[in-house]
């Protein structure tokens, strides 16, 4: 299920109608100050066009985890500030969320108007799906749209319960993440290349399972590498290893030679003495790797040879760093694969999350052809797993 043929804005009628505008709103807070205003900019494309629709929009989103109760620290009130200004027009707030006030406000809203709800999350039946709150959110409008492709892999009543209510709809953002992503997973242009980091393989069996269905190459990196490593008889000293998943491993080693796919573990690791910064560092084969020393990177030849699968790539899909980038000593394999991606000319594909970041701190943001707006939904994605926000919209 990649929700490719769901209807999205421009397959309804919007014109005069209220529309409920699921967003990712969710944006770092800091003294009543939006730090990092990005989630916010880019729900603006859907807005924007539904705004010249003439459409009537009731925006709504969580932020934090006020745990579902009324906790002002968690207000949308912020966003009411930065959307007024990135929007340039009025943009009016109800102090509920399904209370007298947004109904009040929601019943007098004329075409073209905003209107902000306050955070979902101040009501505990938002995220156990309560039918009751989806129908009162939903009683507010004739259409729902949702573009909170971060949340799409909850079902929550704002993102799956009031599509039982209402004609649902995606946004642009979600409609792009589910033609960049569904499209490379459904018809890639090949070689289709999955670049797989990050510290735990139990986080991507599931996406290492689905991918080596479908891509010519699996990159391996971060920790998660020497959990394969040692279940090919590696020695890898203090690195990380899931014990427990040495025979799952040893199994999608066998999938993917089954399958004709190049399974790459790094030939080389950049190690230290201790999981820090300023530790000893050197090099080693990532299979001889000395007792209390750990692989934090992937090594040169690891680099070279990575970077000669993804340059001949025609589809690159990427979740989870090479090594502990966070410390400079380690972020060299990260920086080098970003590198790659970037010149490869390759369709390229961020999953959210720490590789988005990686990305985006090395300064490769502008490079790819899409970066995921969700951590756990684009992994969730990837896995081939149907996500609750997108299941809910309706077929075109
Ligand atoms: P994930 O959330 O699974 O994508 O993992 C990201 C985290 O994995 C980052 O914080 C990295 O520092 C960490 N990581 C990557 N490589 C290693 C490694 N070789 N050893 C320990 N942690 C690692």
Known sequence: MTGLGKKTVEDIDVKGK?????????????DGVITD??????????IK????????????????????????KYSLQP?????????????????????????????????????????????????????????ELAGMAEIYVNDAFGTAHRAHASTAGVADYLPAVCGYLIQKEIEIMGTALENPKRPFVAILGGAKVSDKIGVIENLADKVDTLIIGG??????????GGRIGASLCEE??????????????????????????VIGDEFKEGCKVRTADSDKIPDGWMGMDIGERAVREYTRAIKGAGTVVWNGPMGVFEMPDFARGTKAIAKAVAESGAISIIGGGDSAAAVEQLGFADKMTHISTGGGASLEFLEGLELPGIAALNDK
């Open 244 to 269: 427990d998943k040495l025979e799952l491993a040893v199994r999608l080693m066998e999938k993917a030679r089954e399958k004709n796919v190049k399974f790459l573990l790094p030939a080389d690791s």
């Open 37 to 46: 205003d990005k989630r916010i900019r880019e729900a603006l494309k859907t």
């Open 79 to 135: 966003v009411q500030k930065r959307l007024r200004e990135l929007l340039d027009c009025d943009v009016i707030m109800a102090s509920d969320v399904i209370g007298p006030d947004a109904k009040a406000k929601a019943a007098a809203l004329k075409d073209g108007d905003i209107m902000l709800l306050e955070n979902l999350r101040f009501h505990k039946e938002e995220e156990k799906n309560d039918p009751d709150f989806a129908k």
């Open 49 to 72: 066009y539904l705004k010249a629709q003439g459409a009537k929009q009731i925006l709504c989103s969580h932020m934090g985890r006020p745990k579902g109760e009324v906790n002002m």
């Open 223 to 232: 920790g998660m590498a020497y959990t394969f490593i040692k279940a090919k």
């Open 18 to 30: 209220t529309c409920l505008v699921r967003c990712d709103f969710n944006v770092p807070v800091k």
